[in-house]
């Protein structure tokens, strides 16, 4: 059996092996997709020491790191079942049955699209899912926010402050978000916020240039000139297939203390998949760090 199996191949997963295997412990990865979220992102500016990057850059360097060290990586594979036995069982979507004293779940989470025309093809050329990230690239410019819920309006508070102009398209007929964040809003002079819109489109050429929407209550369609559009209606963790083994919260999100731990014991997780408030490449990283070395003291106590 592993020691430590990590489940999940992103930052926080390629961090809690790394932590692992230099305890020299035996130290396994499974990944759908090793590299994670950050395969789909252009820049990077916030990997502080590292002015500027780009994901697949950093995935390379991720994979690189971890072939450092004897680390049993499996890419391309799922897992799909958790249980604890005498052991950690965690079953493979090719049927395999892998064993482990510990577990530490990376599996991340996924963006919620809107899966309107020109999203797709205008990601990381305008479309955007995270102001922290994204955000100084539209410095003095025109964006949309889609998403009235406290995420949407929490984007639209921090790019107010960084872009000239932020419109928030909510579908429903009021914001979703807490009451003290829609006071923050509606106090911002360069502001406006739409309800009842129904996303169309995003427009484009190379880049985003608008965004068309209908009006619900008179089914009229609009359009607005503008050069970004941060999607937020939602992140939805990767934890499905963990069922009821884990403990999640209502947003699907594993629970995790300050070590890392779940409600199992010898099952750990880290990153975007658990209830980190804050989800970001060096929060994740810190986060498999953490929860690499809640495993090793689990191990050296049982
Ligand atoms: P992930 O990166 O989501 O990795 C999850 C891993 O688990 C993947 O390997 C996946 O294949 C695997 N997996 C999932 N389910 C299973 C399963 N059942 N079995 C096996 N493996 C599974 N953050 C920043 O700090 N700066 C940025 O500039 C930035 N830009 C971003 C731009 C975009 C477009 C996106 C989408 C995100 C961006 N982020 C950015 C956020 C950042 O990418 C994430 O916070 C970070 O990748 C989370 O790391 P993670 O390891 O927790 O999860």
Redesign the pocket.
């Known amino acids: 059996p592993f020691d430590v199996l990590v489940?999940?191949?992103?930052?926080?997963?390629?961090s809690a092996a790394i932590y692992a295997a230099r305890k020299g412990i035996r130290t396994g990865i499974?990944?759908?997709?090793?590299?994670?979220?950050?395969l789909?992102?252009?820049?990077?500016?916030?990997?502080i020491s590292v002015n500027r990057t780009e994901?697949p850059k950093l995935a390379a360097s991720l994979e690189e790191h971890v072939k450092d060290y004897k680390i049993d990586v499996m890419n391309l594979?799922?897992?799909?079942r958790l249980e604890k036995k005498d052991l950690i069982e965690i079953e493979l979507e090719n049927g395999a049955v892998l064993k482990s004293k510990s577990v530490i779940l990376?599996?991340?989470?996924?963006?919620r699209n809107i899966g309107v025309p020109g999203e797709a093809e205008f990601?990381?050329k305008g479309v955007?899912?995270?102001p922290?990230?994204?955000g100084p690239l539209f410095e003095g410019k025109d964006v949309a926010v889609v998403g009235g819920g406290n995420s949407g309006v929490e984007a639209a508070i921090d790019l107010a402050g960084i872009v000239n102009h932020v419109t928030v398209l909510e579908f429903n007929d009021e914001l979703k978000a807490d009451s003290v964040l829609q006071e923050r809003l509606h106090s911002l002079p360069n502001v406006k916020v739409i309800t009842n819109a129904q996303t169309k489109e995003i427009t484009g050429t190379d880049n985003v240039n608008g965004i068309t929407y209908i009006e619900r209550e008179s089914g009229e369609e609009k359009h607005i000139e503008l050069a970004g559009v941060f999607v937020q209606i939602g992140l939805v963790p990767?934890t499905d297939?963990l069922g009821d083994s884990v403990e999640r919260n209502k947003f699907g999100e594993i629970l995790v203390d300050k070590r890392g731990a779940t409600n199992v014991p010898g099952v750990f997780a880290?990153?975007?998949?658990t209830d980190s408030p804050f989800?970001?490449?060096?929060?994740?990283m810190g986060?498999?760090a953490t929860a690499s070395l809640g495993a090793f003291d689990y191990l050296v106590r049982n």
């Open positions: 489940v999940g191949g992103g930052p926080a997963g390629a499974v990944a759908e997709r090793f590299g994670g979220q950050i789909d992102t252009a820049a990077i500016e916030n990997f994901g594979v799922r897992a799909k990376s599996t991340g989470a996924r963006w990601r990381n955007a899912y995270c922290h990230c994204d990767n297939w880290a990153g975007d998949c989800k970001q490449i060096i929060i994740s986060a498999g």
